[in-house]
């Protein structure tokens, strides 16, 4: 009876650490869905992130708006734009509607911008700039022929067009972006500054998913808001900010992605106020698996 007794507890105990066992399994694998041990990540700059912006067509209006929302052209006040495509040479007219933030818009800053705009805009002729006072700046490839050769030139390849971003002073990418604590919900972005300058940057990101070699803008699933706090990045700096995208974008699937953020490099004035100097686009690709 004593030997019955043993044999029942030992049988109870193995029943018990099985269940145990299994529930361990379990566990093991919803930490290993949330947690994507096995994970690339890449870090990439302004270039990579404008050149795959391109379009073939001065007519897409969606194309050509995201083209000048990542150019900041709003950042010299209120505009719209209009294409001119009836014939030729087919513009892209932009109306300054308001002056205001960092405006108005200099005679060099358009420049730079109308020669990104021509070469990721394939078949766009000339830049038209007009302001609320009606004086309208005119840029053309022909303009621009003697100081920078045929623009379009620029747009054929990624390293042609950072050939470009070059002439503009954007060399080696100030900072540089790694992960960690990838999840299909989140992640945490290590930003580190390689220079003796200061950025400025906010809470907003980007989020892409590749798609048939294209990088396609991931839907929300809410409307994306964030606060408008300035956050600054001092020299040789290496900070962390955890970034979680379900509340506007979900659980994402499988697949390849990145997030980007913008940083603006702070100059100070003879008076001691800001100035702002290039923008940047700085983007951490991953694979979710």
Not at 29 to 36: E, G, K, L
Not at 252 to 261: A, C, D, Q
Request: one cysteine or more; proline letters at 3%.
């Amino acid at each position: 009876m004593g030997l019955l007794l043993v044999l029942g507890k030992v049988i109870k105990m193995k029943k018990i650490f099985k269940i145990l066992f299994i529930a361990f399994i379990v566990i093991s694998q919803v930490a290993c869905n949330n947690q994507n041990s096995n994970y690339s990540a890449s870090s990439t700059g302004t270039a990579e992130y404008l050149f795959n912006l391109r379009t073939p067509y001065i007519g897409d209006n969606t194309a050509v708006g995201r083209l000048l929302n990542a150019l900041d052209i709003r950042n010299y006040g209120h505009y719209t734009f209009e294409l001119k495509t009836s014939e030729e040479p087919y513009a892209l007219i932009i109306n300054y509607s308001l002056v205001e933030g960092n405006g108005p818009i200099t005679k060099e800053a358009m420049i730079k911008k109308s020669t990104k705009l021509l070469a990721l805009i394939n078949n766009a002729d000339e830049i038209h700039w007009t302001f609320p006072d009606n004086a309208t700046n005119i840029i053309t490839l022909q303009d621009l022929y003697i100081d920078f050769g045929n623009i379009k030139d620029y747009g054929r390849t990624i390293e042609d067009f950072r050939r470009l971003l070059h002439r503009h002073g954007f060399h080696e990418e100030p900072i540089t972006f790694s992960v960690k604590n990838l999840t299909n919900s989140g992640l945490t972005l290590i930003i580190e500054n390689n220079t003796a300058n200061e950025y400025l940057y906010g809470e907003p990101f980007s989020l892409y998913h590749r798609l048939n070699n294209v990088w396609t803008e991931v839907k929300q699933i809410e409307l994306c808001a964030f606060t408008s706090q300035g956050i600054i990045l001092t020299a040789n700096a290496n900070v962390q900010r955890e970034y979680n995208w379900t509340w506007c974008h979900g659980i994402l699937p499988r697949g390849e992605y990145r997030i980007t953020k913008t940083f603006m490099r702070i100059h100070s004035n003879p008076g001691g106020e800001w100035e702002f100097g290039n923008t940047y686009y700085i983007s951490a690709e991953f694979t979710l698996t």
